[in-house]
């Protein structure tokens, strides 16, 4: 029902900066919670950070908690992430995806708070040394 498209990503140095935007259309944005994903060549997708429908709340995972900043936009029907002090791990392709409002809760705390049902396609990130 809805549909999702990233955009923002690149190639930044090491200790950058890089906004990542995901833009929702053909549902209602703020029926959904919404989460940043990431996969790096070779290895498995996991978790990134998550917001609630209303943007109330925020969850991370340990590897971005203090570095990267979830947020989003219910009138532009946009999930943004901001990615500062960048490392080399970092690199990898970032997918936002949604959950319905009142869809199933995530039990393992390390997968986030969410189950979802829509992704995106995904944009790359690259950070150089």
């Known amino acids: 029902q809805v549909q999702l498209v990233e955009s923002g990503g690149g190639l930044v140095q090491a200790g950058g900066s890089l906004r990542l935007s995901c833009a929702a259309s053909?549902?209602?944005?703020?029926?959904?919670?919404m989460g940043w994903f990431r996969q790096a060549p070779g290895k498995e997708r996991r978790f990134v950070a998550d917001i609630s429908w209303s943007g109330s709340s925020t969850y991370y995972a340990d590897s971005t908690k203090g570095r990267f900043t979830i947020s989003r936009d219910n009138a532009k029907n946009t999930l943004y992430l901001q990615m500062n002090s960048l490392k080399p791990e970092d690199t990898a392709v970032y997918y936002c995806?949604?959950?319905?409002?009142?869809?199933?809760?995530?039990?393992?705390?390390?997968?986030?708070?969410?189950?979802?049902?829509?992704w995106g396609q995904g944009t790359q990130v690259t950070v150089s040394s």
């Open positions: 053909g549902g209602t944005f703020s029926n959904y919670h």
């Open positions: 995806a949604a959950g319905a409002r009142n869809g199933p809760i995530e039990t393992i705390r390390s997968l986030g708070r969410y189950e979802y049902g829509y």
